[in-house]
C-alpha cells in the first residue's frame, strides 16, 4: 500500500471510528407516526408567556447579592409569594438549539445536533408552538426561525433582530432583551387598531415567546460574576415586570395567564458551554400566574446540593424538573396536545388544580409516552429477524393494556393518587422501553468498532514490523498468493451485508459492520509476519521484552491519566527533564542537556496554570510579543555570523516583514483589549489587520530558505504572528517555550543517535530539509525510536493542555478570537478557536519532521508507530465512553473520546502539513531585486 493511499485509508478508518460514537451511543429516539394525547378536561390558563434568558446559570439568578438583596427583586417576590419554582437539569450538549427544543418540544436531540446550525434548519418534530393556536416570539434570528419553520401551517410569527445586533464587542449586549421587551409592548399596543390582531390575542391555546440572549451574549464577552452579566439581569428581572403588568392590563386582569421564565443552559465561569459542569446543566425555573401553584413552606428539604442555604429558600419548596419535562407543563397549562415526541413527565407540583385534573394530565402524559414506546418497538420488531428479537418484557401488549385499563379504572373511582402512582410508574417503563430498544444493537455496533480499531492497529504494527525492522527474514516473491483468504473475506462481509438488508438496517450499519471484513483481511495477508516475529520474539530474554512492554503501558496510561490530571503532564516533562542523566547522554553534552533540562521544567509549568476561564492578562501577550522580537533580533544576529546566513535581500525581506506582523500584532491585541473595555467596539483597522495576518501566516514561511533552523524559525514567527491575536493571557508565552524544547529536542536527538551508536551526529547548522528525502540513507528503526515517537505524542498533547485547556468541549475562551470578530457567528468563531489550538501542533509536527529526517528515518517509519500510540489511547477512551450517570461524567467521556481522535486524525494532517511548510519553498520573482528595501 502506496503512502498516499495508507494515509487516505487511515484518515477514512478514524474518521468512521469517530462518527460511530454518536451513533452508538449519543443519536436521538425519534420517531413518527403517534396520535396526539390531550388531557380531556378544560385547562386552568387561555395563554402562555414563555421567557427564555439564554445562558442564565441557576445560581447567577437565584443568589444574593453581598449585602443581602436580589439579584432580581421582582422573580425573587414572585417565587417567594406567587408562585413555583426549581432548578431545571438540562443535558449535553449545552447549546442554544438542543436546549430550545428540549424545552419547547420535549425531546432531546442527539449531541451532534449543535452541528446541524440553527436558523437554516427546521426542527424535525412536533412543539408546544405547533400544538397552539398562535405563537408570537421575539428574539434572535439564531433561534426563532427554527421553529416557525418547523411549524405545520402559518400560526408560528417571528420578529427578530438583525445578526449583526449579537455583538460581544459593541455595545451593552443588554440592549437585545430592551429590544426584545419594547417591541413586545410596541406589538400589544398596535393590537388595539386592529381587530384581526387583536380577536387573535384574545383566543385560547396562545402563547407568547420571548428569547432573552443579553445574559449569554455578556456572559460569553465578560464572563458570568461580571458586573455587565449581573446587571443584565436586573435589567431582565425590570422587563419581565413590564411586561407582565402590560399583559394583566391588556386581558383585564383575567387571571388567564401563565408565566414560566427559565433558560436553555447555563455557562462556565469562563464564559463558555456544551458540556456537562453544573455551572451549564442547572438552570432556573420559575412559574406562576393561572393554574400554577402557590410557594409551599416546608421544614426541611433533602438535596445534595447546599444551594437552598446560601441562596436563603430552605423553607420554600423547590421542584427540580429535567428539562423536557417543562414541554408537558406548558402543554397542559394551555390545553394543547402534548408535543408528539416529547420525553418529558408532567410535574404535578407545579399544577394548581383539582386531583382528578392532575390524573387525567398525568394519564394523557402517560399515553403520548407510551405511543412512542409502540411505535419504536415494532421499527425495531419490522427491522429484526424473528428468532433474534428479545421484547422489553416489563411492558409487554397484556402489560400495556393491564397499566391503561388499571389507571383509568382508579379515574373512574376518583381514586386520584393511585392513577397518578400507576401513569408515572408507566411513563418509566415506557421511557426505559425507549430506550431499551433505541440501545437494541449497541454492544453489536459496539463489538464491530472494537474489532476494527484492534485490527487496525494490528496491521500498522505489522506494517511496521515488515517494512522499517529488521525483525522479519527478506519476503519472498511468491506469485501464487492463496486466493482462499480473501474469498472467506468476501463470503464473510456477503454474509453480514446479506443480514443487514433483510433487517433494513441504516447505512451506517452497513460501514461499521463491514469494516472488520477488508481490515482483517490486510492482517491475515501478513500472517507471514506474524509467524517471523513470533520466531524471533522467543529468542529474546523474557525479562527485557517484559520490561520494555511495561514501560510502554505505563507511558500510554501516563498519556490516558493527563486527560483527566493535567499536573500529569507536568511530572512527565520533569521524567524527560532527567532523561539525559538516566542514559548517561549529559556526558557527551552537557551544554545541549542543561539547556533540555531548563526549557523541560519552564515547560512542566504550563499544566499547573489556571485553566482557560482566567481573567484576559492582556500584559503577558505583550511580553510575550515583545520577547519575540528580542528572540528574533538575537537571531537574526546568530544566523548572520553562522555559516548558514540569510543568502538575500529576498530572505532578510521575508524575517523582517515577520517581525513586523509580530510588531503590529501585540498592538492590535493591546488596542482592541482597550476598545472593548471602553465599549468602543472592535476597531476596523484592528479587524483587517487581524485577518491578513492570518491569511499571511501559512504562506510566510514557504518564502525562507529551507535550512532546517532558519525554516524552523520563521514557521515560528509566522505562527506567532496569529497566535499573539488568539491570546488572553499567559498561554502566549507556551509557543515560544515549546519551540525552544523542540529545537533543542532536535539536538538532543542527535546526540541519542551517537549515543547509541547508530549513526554519525549531522550537521544541523547546514542541514537543508529540500535536500533531506534521500531514500538510500533511511535506516532501519530501533527501539530507541518508540521512545521517539512517544515523545512527540506527549508533547502534542502537552501542546494542548499546556494552553490552559481542559479535556472538554467547553474548554474553549471565545474572548481569544475578539481581534477578528466580535458578532456572534458560532462556526467561525468555532474555526478560529480550533485554529489556536493547531498552531502548537503544528510546532510539535514541524519539529518531529525534522527529528524524522536528521534521524535517517522515512516519514512515514516514526509516524506508523505514533499512529499505534495514539490509536490504543482512542480505544481506551471507546470503552470509557457512557451515557449513564450525571451529566458532568457523560460529557466528559464524550469530550475525551473526541479529543483522542480529533488528536490522531490531526496528526494525520498534521504529517502532511509539516512536510509541506519544512521542505516547499516559493522562489519570489528575482526582477524585484532592484527595489529599495
Known sequence: MGVPVFILAGLLVHFVFLASIFDIYFSSPLVHGMTPQQTPLPPPAKRLVLFVADGLRADSLFELNSNNTPQAPYLRAILENNGSWGISHTRVPTESRPGHVALIAGFYEDVSAVAKGWKENPVEFDSVFNESKHTWSWGSPDILPMFAKGATGDHVYTFCYTAESEDFGAQDAAELDTWVFDHVKSFFNSSRSNQTLFSALNEEKVVLFLHLL????????????SKEYKENIRKVDEGVEEIVSMLESFYGNDGKTAYILTSD???????????????????????????VNYPQEVTSQLFEDNFLKEWKLENLKRMDVNQADIAPLMASLIGVPFPLNSVGTLPLEYLNNSDHFKAESMFTNAVQVLEQFKVKMSQKKRTTLSFLFTPFKPLSDSEQINFLKKARLYIQQQKYSEAVSLCKTLINLALKGLSYYHTYDRLFLGLSIAVSFVGWTTYVILVIIKTHTNLIKAAQINNKESTGPLYSFMFAGMIIAFFLLIQASPWTYYVYCLLPVPIWYAVVRELHVIQDLAANLWSLPVGHS????????????????????????????????????ITQMWVQAKRTTLIWTLLCVFLAVFPLMPVVGREPNIPLVIVAGLTTLLISCFSLASFSRSENKYRGKEDLKVYFYQMFSIALSTYVVSSTHNSLKNKQGLPVFNQIVSWMTLASSSALPLLSPTLLFQRLFSILLSL????????????????????????????????????????????????????????????????????????????????????????????????????????FSPFMMGGLLLLKVVIPFVLVSCAFEAVQVTTQLSSKSLFLIVLVISDIMALHFFFLVKDYGSWLDIGTSISHYVLVMSLTIFM??????????????????????????
Not at 548 to 564: A, K, R, T
Not at 908 to 933: D, F, P
Request: glycine share 8%; charged share 10%.
Open 908 to 933: 494525520m494532517l498534521m504529517n502532511g502539513l509539516a512536510q509541506l511548510l519544512t521542505t516547499k519553498r516559493l522562489e519570489l520573482s528575482r526582477r524585484t531585486k532592484h527595489h529599495s528595501m
Open 214 to 225: 443579553g445574559i449569554d451574549t455578556n456572559g460569553h464577552a465578560h464572563r458570568p460574576y
Open 720 to 823: 506567532m504572528a496569529t497566535y499573539l491575536l488568539l491570546s488572553t493571557g499567559y498561554e502566549a508565552l507556551f509557543p515560544l517555550v515549546l519551540s525552544g524544547l523542540m529545537l533543542v529536542w532536535i539536538q538532543m536527538e542527535q546526540e541519542a543517535l551517537q549515543h547509541y551508536g547508530l549513526s554519525l551526529r549531522s550537521k544541523l547548522a547546514v542541514f537543508n530539509f529540500a535536500y533531506a528525502t534521500d531514500i538510500t540513507q533511511f535506516r532501519q528503526l530501533h527501539l530507541d525510536d518508540i521512545r521517539r515517537s512517544f515523545f512527540f505524542v506527549f508533547f502534542i498533547v502537552t501542546a494542548f493542555f499546556g494552553t490552559g485547556n481542559i479535556a472538554s468541549v467547553n474548554s474553549f475562551d471565545p474572548a481569544s478570537v475578539y481581534c477578528f470578530l466580535t458578532v
Open 546 to 581: 517484559v520490561g520494555f512492554l511495561l514501560i510502554c503501558i505505563l507511558g500510554i496510561e501516563l498519556l490516558v491519566f493527563s486527560f483527566f490530571y493535567r499536573s500529569t503532564l507536568t511530572v512527565g516533562l520533569l521524567v524527560f527533564a532527567g532523561w539525559p542523566v
Open 265 to 291: 443552559h447555563g455557562m462556565t465561569d469562563w464564559g463558555s458551554h456544551g458540556a456537562g459542569h453544573p455551572s451549564e446543566t442547572l438552570t432556573p425555573l420559575i412559574a406562576w400566574g393561572a393554574g
